[in-house]
Nanobody, 123 residues
Framework: QVHLEESGGGLVQRGGSLRLSCFASGSIIGRYDMAWFRQAPGKEREFVATLSLLGGSTAYTDSVKGRFIAYRDNAVNTVYLQMNNLTPEDTAVYYC????????????????WGQGTQVTVSS
């Protein structure tokens, strides 16, 4: 059974940093492309970053480029999202997802989702 679990969210001031973790049961991180999405209140779920299974390449939405770093450690079945220089606009529930469409930014392309972790950035 596949299960994704995010952790690491919290309340941080503008300019601060957080590192999110996503642990995956069933060793799926070694078999799927992974991604991070976020959803702010009243808004649609938004692509943040992808991590390809092969080659380890990453891609980011423009608003987080240069601030967020996504990486994976297949040995411990975990993907991470290091978030730096956070702003109130980054406030959202952050989700990790697993799927087979490399580089997909459409949430519908992902098969497995975690329950999300809340990130709140105060001004």
């Amino acid at each position: 059974q596949v299960h994704l679990e995010e952790s690491g969210g919290g309340l941080v001031q503008r300019g601060g940093s957080l590192r999110l973790s996503c642990f995956a049961s069933g060793s799926i991180i070694g078999r799927y492309d992974m991604a991070w999405f976020r959803q702010a209140p009243g808004k649609e779920r938004e692509f943040v970053a992808t991590l390809s299974l092969l080659g380890g390449s990453t891609a980011y939405t423009d608003s987080v480029k240069g601030r967020f770093i996504a990486y994976r450690d297949n040995a411990v079945n975990t993907v991470y999202l290091q978030m730096n220089n956070l702003t109130p606009e980054d406030t959202a529930v952050y989700y990790c997802a697993a799927g087979s469409w490399t580089g997909a930014t459409d949430p519908a392309k992902y098969d497995y989702w975690g329950q999300g972790t809340q990130v709140t950035v105060s001004s």
